[in-house]
């Protein structure tokens, strides 16, 4: 059984960082690729990037590139997400998945998703 559990959220003023964990059991990660997403009130669940596992290469939305950081740690079987320079637009429950294949930004080809962590940016 999958279970992925997300650390890490929390309050932050705008211009902060917080670094997120998501710990994942029931599944080697070094063969799957890894995402983010987030869900803000009344809104969809986005996409915010994923590490893929044959390559490594990381993927992020436009809206946080430059900002977030992607990494993981397949001996911790972990996966991170760095947030700097956040801003109240980020405010949102982050949630890490495990890819199954296909187009990497569409939840739907997602699995095991984790209960989320809240990340609150105020201004």
């Known amino acids: 059984q999958v279970q992925l559990v997300e650390s890490g959220g929390g309050l932050v003023q705008a211009g902060g960082s917080l670094r997120l964990s998501c710990a994942a059991s029931g599944v080697r990660i070094s063969r799957r690729g890894m995402g983010w997403f987030r869900q803000a009130p009344g809104k969809e669940r986005e996409f915010v990037a994923v590490t893929t596992w044959r390559t490594g290469d990381t993927y992020y939305t436009d809206s946080v590139k430059g900002r977030f950081t992607i990494s993981r740690d397949n001996a911790k079987n972990s996966v991170y997400l760095q947030l700097n320079s956040l801003e109240p637009e980020d405010t949102a429950v982050y949630y890490c998945?495990?890819?199954?294949?296909?187009?990497?930004?569409?939840?739907?080809?997602?699995?095991?998703w984790g209960q989320g962590t809240q990340v609150t940016v105020s201004s």
């Open positions: 998945a495990v890819h199954r294949g296909e187009t990497y930004y569409n939840s739907r080809n997602y699995d095991s």
